[in-house]
Every structure is written in structure tokens, then in C-alpha cells.
């Protein structure tokens, strides 16, 4: 097929889509990528880009991304936020057409972290290439605006909703990363039209990968280390980590490591001084090459997620890298993610933003024997390799988009 993927983040930021391009390529797919210029997490454009202008480059030597003007998030607030979501439908609208001029699709995939509002260059890409659009939605709106607390009026979320529904109507097909998706999109979409598609990770090589630095190398080899690996934001719930590391200070041989950096990395780091945690280590960013070695030397790995009804519809990402991993899984958040975990016996739960039951979950499953936390690994790479291997989901993907190419998904 050749497909054509609209998404406001791509590689070199770290995000799942990347791996789904390569293995859509790797079965024989032509792939063109319509994208910004790399600014997440940090909000400061990546090196060797400009925020201006329209660029081309290859990603891995054969496949056309092309690069539209971005307002860069900056260090965050609603202004540069809400300019960044803007400039990429706007620039998407006058740029892409012309960018794009002369190619052919057989089908245009949007992949939606927030915002949902990215949907719309593709919708007037859908009408002027003639091609049936898929949205892979990964975030609901206006549930998350709300939940995030980034919108509070009612009449605003209303209106949200009222352009979630326009542009849910503009598709042909939604593509829902978790089953319980399918409900809040069946408010605003036909159910005839809503497909489950799971996010996935690619089954990790051993070619090119990096040992972790050797400080944390020290702390991953001489103690029980509870690894949380991602953004590190609002939603994430680190209060609760925070509190939980706390909790458990007196336990000198556990501690808990922060590898990744966001909108709370100041935060936490002093809240790290000011409660005098040296259990909790925050070494910062590191490439993907690099999490293997850390997550191989980790006693488990840690998800957690604000206490918010919408965020217990979803399945963060990392659960699928946390199960690639063959480790054991520690779940701090509520509903589908919860359920994965404790189906797979990869690992345990506890209710989102409970720290003593994250804190008595930590100690019990360190209290465990190395054969007990190496058989949960196993039942977790086991369900990984069933529901959420890229190259399997790749193709389901790529399958889904030829029936509604066909007129018949």
C-alpha cells in the first residue's frame, strides 16, 4: 500500500508510531510521513532543525518525511501549548497540499496523541487526494482536557466536543488504542466505523544497544531498583511516587529511579531535596538503545497514572515496552492498564495515587525469589508477544487500512 501518515510527533522524538513506520516498510509499504519538527519533551526544536519553513529528510535511509513550520511548546504554558497545536493545523493546511503535490495514497493515517486537532490538515488532505482517512486515536478529547485540568469552562468543553464530532465525522475509520475507547467514541461516532487497534512495541534486538551510564549503573547493580521510564508530567501521578519513595526511605537497599524528563522534572527534583530522598533517582533522559540495559538491571518496572476516569480507559504505552521487557510490572493507575498487568500475571496493581499500596506492593514483590519475579517477566513477554508485537500489529494495521481502502473495513 502506500500510506501516507499525518502525526504531529515523530522521530527523532520517542514516540510508538516510528517502530509501526519501520515495520510497514519492512512488509513491503510505501510510507510518507507529514510531520512538525521535533520539539517533545523539552519544547526547544532538535538540533540540525528549524522552526520555519518546509523540510525533507529520509527516516532510516528510505522512507520521505516531510517537515512543516512549528511553534515550539517552549517551557510550557497554555499560550505556547495552544500556539503549537495551532501552527500545525494551519501550517498543515497551506503547506501539505502543496508539499505533497503529485504523490498518491491509498490510504492517510493520522496517529493522534493530543491534540485531536492534527486530524484536520488530514481532512483536507482526505477531499484533495481523494483517499479514505483513518484516525488512530490515542487520546480522547474533551475527556483529557478536562481530566488534565487544561480546560475547566463547560461551554469551552462543549464546543471541543462539537469539533470532536466534526472531525470524527470527517473519517472514514477510528482506530481505538484500548477496548474501553470504544464507548466514549461511540458518542460521537457511528460504532460502525470504530476498530480496536492496540498500541505495540517492537520485540527488542540485542545489535546497538548502549550500557546505562556507570553512576546509575552502581545504584541499578547494588540495590532493588523500581525503574519508571517516560515523560515525566502531570498525568503520571509522580506526587504519588514521591510519596511512596518517601514511605519507604528507611528501606536503604530500594530505590525508586525517574529516567526521563518533563513538565516536573524541577518539581520533582526538589521535592527530592527538600525531603531528603536519596532513594529516589532522577538521572534524567537517556536514548532508547539505553533502556534495555536499564530495564534488564531493574526489580521492576513502574507505570502510574493520575486518579481521573479517563485515564483508567487507557493503556500507556510503556505497559507494552514494561512487558517486552520480560520484567515484572508495578501498576499504579486504575482500569484497562490495571487489567492488562494482572491478565498477563506480569505483575501487580494498586489503585492510582495510593502510595501505601504502592509502597507494600514494592515491598512484597521485592520479597520475592528471583525464579517468582523471573516467572511474572515471563508471563508478561509471553502477552506482549500475543497482543502487542509491532511487526503482528503492523500488519493488522496495514490490513485494516486495505479494507477501507476497498470500501469494506
Known amino acids: 500500500m502506500r500510506i501516507l501518515i499525518v502525526t504531529q510527533y515523530f522521530w527523532p522524538e520517542s514516540f510508538m508510531i516510528n517502530d509501526v513506520v519501520k515495520a510497514l516498510v519492512k512488509q513491503g509499504h510505501q510510507v510518507v510521513i507529514a510531520t512538525g519538527k521535533p520539539n517533545y519533551p523539552e519544547g526547544k526544536v532538535f538540533a540540525g532543525y528549524r522552526a520555519n519553513g518546509i523540510q525533507r529528510e529520509l527516516f532510516d535511509g528510505e522512507t520521505l518525511v516531510v517537515r512543516i513550520p512549528t511553534w515550539p511548546r517552549k517551557h510550557g504554558g497554555a499560550k505556547n501549548l495552544i500556539l503549537n497545536y495551532l501552527v500545525f493545523v494551519l501550517a498543515g493546511m497551506f503547506c501539505l497540499p502543496w508539499a505533497l503535490r503529485g504523490l498518491k495514497f491509498d490510504a492517510i493515517l493520522v496517529y493522534a496523541p493530543s491534540p485531536i486537532t492534527q486530524t484536520i490538515p488530514a481532512i483536507l488532505l482526505k477531499w484533495i487526494k481523494r483517499t479514505p482517512l483513518a484516525l488512530w486515536v490515542q487520546d480522547l478529547w474533551p475527556e483529557s482536557l478536562q481530566a488534565t485540568g487544561f480546560v475547566r469552562n463547560q461551554k469551552a468543553l462543549s464546543a471541543v466536543g462539537y469539533m470532536v464530532y466534526w472531525i470524527y465525522k470527517g473519517c472514514d475509520l477510528l482506530l481505538a488504542q484500548s477496548k474501553a475507547f470504544i464507548a466514549p467514541l461511540n458518542e460521537y461516532a457511528n460504532c460502525s466505523k470504530i476498530r480496536y487497534q492496540p498500541n505495540s512495541f517492537p520485540e527488542q534486538s540485542t545489535d546497538a544497544l548502549v550500557d546505562a551510564p556507570t553512576p546509575l549503573l552502581a545504584t541499578l547493580e547494588s540495590k532493588f531498583c523500581v525503574v519508571f521510564a517516560g515523560n515525566l508530567g502531570q498525568v503520571q501521578a509522580l506526587d504519588c511516587v514521591v510519596d511512596t519513595a518517601e514511605l519507604l526511605k528507611d528501606h536503604h537497599d530500594i530505590s525508586i529511579v525517574l529516567v526521563g524528563s518533563g513538565s516536573k522534572s524541577e518539581w520533582l527534583i526538589q521535592q527530592k531535596q527538600k525531603r531528603g530522598l536519596g532513594n529516589l533517582e532522577l538521572p534524567g533522559r ?62 501487580l496493581a494498586s489503585p492510582a495515587g495510593d502510595s501505601a499500596a504502592l509502597a507494600a506492593n514494592i515491598l512484597k514483590i521485592k520479597a520475592m525469589t528471583s525464579e517468582e519475579r523471573a516467572k511474572m517477566g515471563s508471563h508478561g513477554k509471553s502477552y506482549f508477544l500475543e497482543y502487542f508485537e509491532t511487526e503482528s500489529q503492523a500488519r493488522h494495521l496495514a490490513e485494516t487500512l486495505s479494507a477501507m481502502s476497498k470500501g469494506t473495513p
Open 286 to 347: 537517556f536514548s532508547m538503545q539505553t533502556m534495555p540495559s536499564i530495564f534488564n538491571r531493574a526489580g521492576a518496572l513502574l507505570v502510574s497514572l493520575e486518579d481521573d476516569p479517563i485515564f483508567g480507559l487507557t493503556v500507556p504505552s510503556k505497559i507494552q515496552a514494561y512487558l517486552a521487557a520480560g520484567k515484572p510490572v508495578l501498576a499504579s493507575l486504575n482500569g484497562e492498564g490495571a487489567q492488562v498487568v494482572l491478565e498477563a500475571k506480569a505483575g
